[in-house]
């Protein structure tokens, strides 16, 4: 294939990688709105020109629910269309799909200039204003799945998930009983380019967690939609199903990612949210960043558990936070200062937001965290004291409960002016329609309805 010479080094890359790796059909992956992965895909012959082109695809589909179910959003709907572009940088072989390859794609309008509703422009935008302020994100998830076999229900209900394994939280029983999958999915994350760092059985039925090493946040993001789908694809290759949801069984412990965070000076390349005088090791602007994320919790909530099922699993005593509050090494915190690792604890200074999980977008997840932690450095916000017990062990009232459904959390997200603005008009609308779509679709269904469609979709 020849390339036309308008295509940059990273086309010129990816073009030949396709021609040399065996790659007949590329796809052009984006989140949506309702935090579905979906996509096009172009075949080998025309990858070149796709480069540059994209590909074409209707506006309607940022007002598409995780259900399939169109919304009503002024602006997407049957007239207009915009493009699906890839980041040849993301370009990777799919080992999980043999004559296949993956791209992460920016929505784009006709003429290439961005466009409004992208989520991936999104945070890239995000990216460029904390940046102007000198700072870099580095972030990376901690995402957990559910592993087992999709089933019919013999009474004529929905399919059902049947875990692979009854192991105990980090036992060697879930070790050997999935190694091969487990195998499997570590050699298909590193061939992608990936960095797996700490995998272990956890304590739901089917329960797993690998974890992959930080990036600057775009890369965590792109990370994080190439982890889905390896986890999905390993799984569907050996006969097996796999779930990023995060409540896809009554009964069991929910499927989180939680989300770790650090700020480095882009100047110095330092850490600016260590300070080792701190009793924490924390630095002002640590503190500052954490009142920002505590005071936007309530609306951040909306994007980063961003379905209706995320709000089974952010409940009391679970490990997966359900108070608006910070501690040390606090795990039913939604903002956890971790301790230091490695002999260079500087380095290593950073925070996690617990609530946090896979049905959400990760670019508009970690877009928003970046506003919502750059509004308390700007305004120099105060977290208040940390919480360094279990806070449902308090007085009630004493720590504030995160939203307890999905429509909670879009009432404070609409009520939110930091957020609201920095998602624009276009997107915000969309946004909100499509969740509030989903929340009275399963409201009007029962557990069974609502748990399937999110260990299917997610």
Known sequence: MTAPHTLDAAALRAIERADTEGVELIRFLYADHGGVIRG????????????????????????????????????LGPVGEVRLVPDPATFVHLPYAPGAAAMLADLREVDGSPWPACPRTFLREAVATLAAEGHTLVAAYEPEFTLGRRVPDP??????????????????????????????????????????????????????ELSIRHAPALQT??????????????ATRMSMWASLAPKPLAGQPGNGAHLHLSLWDTALRANTFADPSDRYGMSATAYHFIGGLITHLPALTALTCGSVNSFRRLTPRSWSSAYACYGMDNREAAVRICSPTGRDTSASANLELKPS?????????LGAVIHAGLDGIRRGLDPGDPVNVDPATLPSGRVPRLPASLDEALDALESDDVLMNALGPLRASAYLAVKRSEARSFAAQDAAYEMFHHFRVF
């Not at 082109?53 to 602006?75: P, S």
């Not at 029983?173 to 999935?178: A, C, E, R, S, T």
């Open 357 to 365: 999980d896979s049905s959400a977008n990760p670019y508009l997840s």
């Open 221 to 234: 993001a792109d990370n994080h939609v190439i982890y889905r789908e390896t986890v999905r694809g390993v």
């Open 40 to 75: 096009k895909a172009t075949s080998h012959p025309r990858l070149a020109e796709r480069l540059h082109t994209g590909i074409g695809h209707t506006v309607g589909m940022m007002a598409m629910n995780m259900l399939d179910e169109l919304q009503d959003v002024e602006g």
């Open 155 to 208: 009474e004529g209900g929905p399919d059902r998930l049947i875990p692979a394994d009854d192991s105990l939280c980090y036992s060697t029983v879930g070790f050997n009983q999935l190694h091969d999958y487990t195998m499997a999915l570590l050699h298909a994350l590193e061939r992608q380019g990936l960095r797996p760092e700490h995998y272990h059985p956890e304590l739901g039925h089917g329960q797993h």
